[in-house]
């Protein structure tokens, strides 16, 4: 495993991500930090747009129209937090692999995608229904209070990680 | 503003309190961000119906559940964003960056007002054509750029030189 996290921080991207060449590699880690964020905020933001609705808030908005969209900006923002994600980790990844702090979050993070893979799967089966009148069953309102509580706790997990990390490094 | 006072406000009990740890200080980081998460997501899927990207969602009660979340979104970003600014209150109100911040987040309120007097208003009538009036089209376009350049500035601050707490002070360092 170790030789892996080595060869990822040793390989040509990974030193080129880090070398001050040109102003765009100097400055990629401020650069990938804000895509960063960009993406997870679209991300994260349009779960808890979904969660919420699920638990009655705007119910004059159909479920089936608001979560396709949302769902979408959802998967396409979180492809974009891995890609920049991955980005950032592989110039440290030897190091911070085996940092609690990293391991707690990738682990947060795991809990809060299976939630929504199920919320998705869930509300795709169901959003029909629910806008033809049915009530949003128990168990898709857990789902959606756990996202809820879920995705804003991967955000602060991570931040401080990244405190952690820095404080690592000084 | 006094340069004095943002001194005065960045070695306050405020700023002590603040700054007890790094990461008292990341956690508050971390609340913004959800903020910032929350806002800027609902206020995105306002945008891409506002484009006519969305056509299937009525963009009344839509608009009316994502505006709910972005309201109290923006509340706690100002809470937080407060907090943060308190321990380099003195650096921060120096700064090109931060005062681009500000100054882009009141395009952004101005936009959102525009939007708000002149076509919210009429939602129910241009909402059912089957292309949105170009006004509503050019402030989702701008509500996108100028919340993305507020992002970008927002990460920019942290960029600035910065004295980092002194390391001595961490008593959680252990825990890593």
């Known amino acids: 495993m170790h030789a892996v996290l080595e060869a990822i921080q040793g390989s040509p991207l990974a030193q080129l991500l880090t070398s001050d060449r040109w102003t765009i590699t100097a400055h990629s880690k401020q650069i990938l930090e804000t895509l960063h964020f960009i993406a997870f905020a679209l991300q994260i933001g349009a779960i808890m747009v979904v969660s919420l609705r699920l638990l009655g808030f705007g119910r004059g908005a159909a479920v089936a129209a608001l979560c396709r969209p949302a769902f979408r900006t959802a998967w396409v923002g979180f492809a974009a937090v891995l890609v920049t994600g991955a980005l950032q980790f592989a110039p440290i990844a030897a190091e911070v692999f085996y940092r609690p702090s990293f391991r707690a979050k990738i682990a947060v993070l795991t809990i809060a995608l299976a939630t929504l893979l199920w919320l998705h799967a869930d509300v795709r089966r169901h959003a029909g229904a629910w806008d033809a009148g049915e009530s949003i069953s128990g168990s898709t309102k857990v789902l959606a209070v756990l996202s809820l509580a879920l995705w804003p706790t991967v955000i602060v997990v991570a931040r401080l990680m990244y405190a952690f990390v820095q404080m690592a490094n000084r | ?176």
Do not use: C
Not at chain 2, 29 to 43: K, M, P, T
Not at chain 2, 115 to 133: D, I, Q, T
Not at chain 2, 148 to 172: C, K, N, T
């Open chain 2, 1 to 176: 503003m006094h340069a004095e006072f943002w001194l005065e406000l960045a070695r306050g009990d405020l700023a002590t309190w603040i700054q007890l740890t790094p990461y008292v200080y990341a956690a508050f980081e971390g609340i913004h961000l959800v903020g910032v998460a929350f806002f800027f997501g609902s206020i995105f899927l306002l945008d891409l119906r506002l484009l006519g990207l969305t056509p299937q969602l009525l963009a009344g009660p839509a608009g009316r559940l994502l505006l709910r979340i972005a309201g109290p979104a923006f509340g706690l970003l100002a809470v937080s964003g407060v907090l943060l600014f308190v321990p380099s209150a003195d650096r921060y109100a120096a700064s090109p960056i931060f005062l681009l911040k500000l100054g882009a987040m009141v395009v952004g309120g101005l936009n959102a007002l525009a939007f708000h007097l002149v076509a919210w208003r009429h939602v129910g009538v241009w909402s059912l054509r089957p292309r949105s009036p170009w006004a509503v089209r050019a402030a989702a376009i701008g509500s996108v750029v100028v919340w993305v350049a507020v992002i970008a500035l927002g990460r920019g601050m942290g960029y600035e030189s910065r004295q980092p707490p002194p390391a001595d002070v961490d008593p959680f360092a252990a825990l890593d």
